[in-house]
């Protein structure tokens, strides 16, 4: 079992910045991938970025140049750094993470909320 707990929402004007970080634990060795997932009212569930256990990553266009996702290994976490934030960008951010035995992200977070507004 894998389990993982955001932190780092919060109420940010436009063109502000959050860091969002995702803490692991349990079985953390058998991920091999982890992503960000968002979802906001009256909008489809986004992927919006993805890292591999070798360190590939992956942003969505809609969050390209603006949102980088990292990790750190020595404390099990997994961050997503957002810059110029703009209100399309308020949703509730979930971390997931997908085992080396599955092809989907089977394991979530109960999720974080950000809202940009001014």
């Known amino acids: 079992q894998v389990q993982l707990v955001e932190s780092g929402g919060g109420l940010v004007q436009p063109g502000g910045s959050l860091r969002l970080s995702c803490a692991t634990s349990g079985s953390i060795f058998s991920i091999y991938a982890m992503g960000w997932n968002r979802q906001a009212p009256g909008k489809q569930r986004e992927m919006v970025a993805v890292i591999t256990s070798s360190g590939t990553t992956g942003h969505a266009d809609s969050v390209q140049g603006r949102f980088t996702i990292s990790r750190d290994n020595a404390k099990n976490t997994v961050y997503l750094q957002m810059n110029s934030l703009k209100p399309e960008d308020t949703a509730v951010y979930y971390c997931?993470?997908?085992?080396?035995?599955?092809?989907?992200?089977?394991?979530w977070g109960q999720g974080t909320q950000v809202t940009v507004s001014s």
């Open positions: 997931t993470a997908r085992s080396r035995t599955s092809s989907t992200y089977d394991y």
